[in-house]
């Protein structure tokens, strides 16, 4: 029998899953994503593979994003733990280098022909990975003031990004019951692992009235509150880390204005999953978010939103 978390387990709710979604497409109660014309490509070891292994690679990862959510439940649970300085004073604890340290593995055997670039990477892999067409985006440990707070809002986070473009996300919600997983993968859909509950996700189209908007715990400012003074009635849903994207791709909420500071690692997983969902990642100015396409490693503002017949970037503060 399979251990919790294995790739074993977690193949076998892909293709079910995958099964179902183009049943319901063709129902037309869900469109699974498709890969865009000229679909992602890639050279390996000298030869020119049609398409990425997304299928395979995938409940691999979820597998990786578990053991990485054990490694950081085990400190979570302890009596106590440190938590240090970044330079840019953001908190660093030992769960992050713990998952950072058993992500890093489980990527360089399931696929050590491409790099990863991790928040906790050193500063010579954030500056190399302009040259890299293809690489693991990862945030170990997402929410990390979440998890010092102790109320489960934190996140694994894993993206395969190719072209600029996430085409394979996992988000494992380790404190959460006993475990949730989204994860999704361009041309598979778009799931959701919660116990014994395993499932495809979708967006919600078209958005629900009063809108319901999913925004940060950690941070607020300014343009959010004239984002939703333009947006007129709204409900607020309050959600740390990546997992607002989530929230979104299972039709909980119809949109996420981010508009503050973030990095491509704290997004790309899941902007992976709702894109699979058949949602939207863009910049203020419409166009997809994309990824290793600026020498920085910070994001723009983006919106993350489900109904594509609604302009939100028309309510944006000018």
Not at 131 to 143: A, H, Y
Not at 200 to 227: F, N
Request: proline share 7%.
């Amino acid at each position: 029998m399979d251990p919790p978390g294995s790739a074993c387990s977690v193949d076998a709710l892909v293709q079910p899953c995958a099964t179902a979604a183009r049943q319901a497409a063709r129902s037309d109660m869900i469109r699974p994503s498709r890969a865009p014309e000229g679909a992602p490509r890639t050279r390996i070891g000298g030869r020119m593979e049609a398409q990425l292994p997304l299928k395979s690679l995938l409940p691999e990862v979820v597998a990786i994003a578990r053991r990485a959510g054990r490694r950081i439940l085990e400190i979570y649970n302890s009596a106590d733990f440190d938590v240090e300085k970044k330079d840019d004073d953001s908190p660093l604890t030992a769960a992050d280098l713990a998952s950072h340290r058993t992500i890093i593995e489980g990527l360089a055997e399931l696929t050590p022909q491409f790099p990863v670039l991790s928040e906790e990477s050193n500063q010579d892999d954030i500056r190399a990975r302009r040259d890299w067409e293809t690489l693991w985006v990862v945030d170990p440990l997402d929410g990390t003031k979440e998890f010092i707070k102790r109320n489960g809002e934190f996140t694994v986070n894993i993206a395969l990004v190719h072209g600029h473009r996430p085409v394979l996300g996992v988000v494992h919600v380790p404190a959460l019951g006993s475990g949730v997983d989204y994860f999704g993968a361009d041309g598979l859909g778009a799931f959701k692992s919660e116990g014994d509950e395993h499932r495809s996700i979708q967006v919600t189209k078209p958005a629900q009235q009063p809108v319901r908007v999913v925004g940060s715990r950690s941070h607020r400012g300014e343009l959010l509150d004239r984002y939703l003074q333009e947006l007129g009635e709204h409900e607020i849903i309050a959600m740390g880390s990546s997992l607002k994207f989530c929230i979104v791709a299972e039709g909980g909420a119809d949109v996420y204005p981010r508009l503050g500071p973030t990095s491509e690692w704290d997004t790309a997983a899941a902007q992976a999953v709702v894109e699979a969902a058949g949602g939207q990642v863009v910049d203020t100015s419409g166009k997809p978010l994309s990824y290793n396409a600026r020498d920085e490693i910070l994001n723009p503002h983006f919106l993350v939103y489900g109904d594509s017949d609604r302009d939100w970037t028309g309510y944006l503060p000018g």
